[in-house]
């Protein structure tokens, strides 16, 4: 999550006074600093299959998108089957995949569907989250040219007289 503050003291107040605790969950936050290559990113997956429903299963699930931080609550206690809440310390250089493969304990492969909650933009050019490829500075912009052809000989026609006396 992100959040705004009008003033800096209101935000070092926060983050001063913290980890938090939100309904039973730790919040711990951090200051976003420009050219962060890893945040953590909340997921949802689904189809996962049922054996891997543990903590130690999500946890091994969920490494094939980064480092896995926690669940939600209802995720933990299995009360919402259909998929899992996960939050995974991602990188920049990350895929951000909308599906991966998992191997099973039988060795066969499923497929697990990924949903972001929040997807960051994620600059493909220095790997970083605060600014997309079409804001970098690394990026060399060509200014667009135009070409007039104009003069003795340039292609134009003289210009005509449109008033009248």
């Not at 094939?64 to 250089?93: E, I, Q, W, Y």
């Not at 066969?108 to 050019?125: A, E, H, N, T």
């Not at 989250?129 to 134009?156: A, I, M, W, Y």
Request: net charge positive; glycine share 6%; aromatic share 10%.
């Amino acid at each position: 999550f992100l959040f705004k503050f009008d003033n800096s003291t209101s935000c070092d107040l926060v983050l001063r006074n913290g980890p938090w605790e939100v309904w039973g969950t730790y919040l711990a936050l951090k200051r976003w600093e420009e050219g962060m290559s890893n945040i953590p990113v909340w997921v949802k997956l689904a189809n996962v299959p049922s054996e891997l429903w543990t903590r130690p299963g999500l946890s091994y699930v969920a490494s094939a998108l980064g480092v896995p931080l926690c669940m939600d609550a209802a995720t933990s206690a299995s009360n919402r089957l259909s998929f899992a809440r996960v939050c995974v310390h991602m990188k920049a250089s990350s895929r951000f995949p909308n599906s991966f493969k998992v191997r099973r304990r039988n060795g066969i492969l499923s497929d697990v569907m990924v949903q972001y909650v929040w997807k960051p933009s994620v600059c493909s050019v220095c790997r970083v989250f605060d600014h997309s490829s079409k804001q970098c500075h690394l990026v060399e912009r060509k200014e667009p040219t135009v070409q007039v052809n104009g003069g003795p000989g340039g292609g134009l026609d003289p210009p005509e007289q449109i008033f009248s006396r």
